[in-house]
């Protein structure tokens, strides 16, 4: 059974980087078939998608966001990681960990989703 | 960008079907999925591919997407359905979702 944790600060101070480790366990990071990604929603609000990467190291980014996210994955540890910097209040949400599924290139398995707040 | 369209809200009574529209434009060259959250929990997919269910999903969720219109629709709507749906596509190797809309089921 595939499981996917977010883990991180809860609370970052704007300006700051906001920093996400989402840990895979119950199946290998390293699947030709997967890309890993992350998606946050604001409270009460809808989902937005901000990037995805592949273990190979190919990456996928939101336009509005890609001049200030990085992802990186960590084949040795089974994990993958999400960097934004200079986030605002506005940035506060739930940020969820998800895998896509390039047979149909859907996002089939997803965190529980870990709320970050951003406020000094 | 491409956007994505969705009704805030749709109400459907018990046991009857309702239908959730997604609009874009020339959605139908694309691949439509659709995702059921749920009040406090992760996003599920329910429909990929315009009309394919996952395993687990029950055969009362469809999809058709066809020109500038994809549509999921919940046969026999039960309380259990109640739930905000988003659709999605890849537009330029990114995803896309609409903005979301609340079923609520009467």
């Known amino acids: 059974q595939l499981q996917l944790q977010e883990a991180g600060p809860e609370l970052v101070k704007p300006s700051e980087t906001l920093s996400l480790t989402c840990t895979v366990s119950?199946?290998?990071?390293?699947?030709?078939?997967?890309?890993w990604g992350w998606v946050r929603q604001p409270p009460g609000k809808g989902l937005e998608w901000i990037g995805n990467?592949?273990?190979?190291?190919?990456?996928n980014y939101n336009p509005s966001l890609k001049s200030r996210v990085t992802i990186s994955v960590d084949t040795s540890k089974n994990h993958f990681s999400l960097n934004l910097s200079s986030v605002t209040a506005a940035e506060t949400a739930v940020y969820y960990c998800?895998?896509?599924?390039?047979?149909?290139?859907?996002?089939?398995?997803w965190g529980q989703g870990s709320l970050v707040t951003v406020s000094s | 960008s491409y956007d994505l369209t969705q009704p805030v809200s749709v109400s459907v009574a018990l046991g009857q079907t309702a239908r959730i529209t997604c609009g874009g434009n020339?959605?139908?060259?694309?691949?439509v999925q659709w995702y059921q959250q749920k009040s406090g929990q992760a996003p599920v997919v329910v429909i990929y591919?315009?009309?394919n269910r996952p395993s687990g999903i029950p055969e009362r969720f469809s999809g058709f997407n066809s020109e500038n219109t994809a549509t999921l629709t919940i046969s026999r709507a039960q309380v259990g359905d109640e739930a905000d749906y988003y659709c999605?596509?890849?537009?330029?190797?990114?995803?896309?979702f609409g903005g979301g809309t609340k079923l609520t089921v009467l």
């Open positions: 020339n959605i139908g060259s694309k691949n």
């Open positions: 119950g199946g290998s990071i390293s699947s030709s078939d997967y890309y």
């Open positions: 999605q596509v890849w537009d330029s190797s990114a995803a896309v």
């Open positions: 990467i592949h273990y190979s190291g190919r990456t």
């Open positions: 591919r315009d009309y």
């Open positions: 998800a895998r896509t599924y390039i047979n149909g290139w859907y996002l089939e398995s």
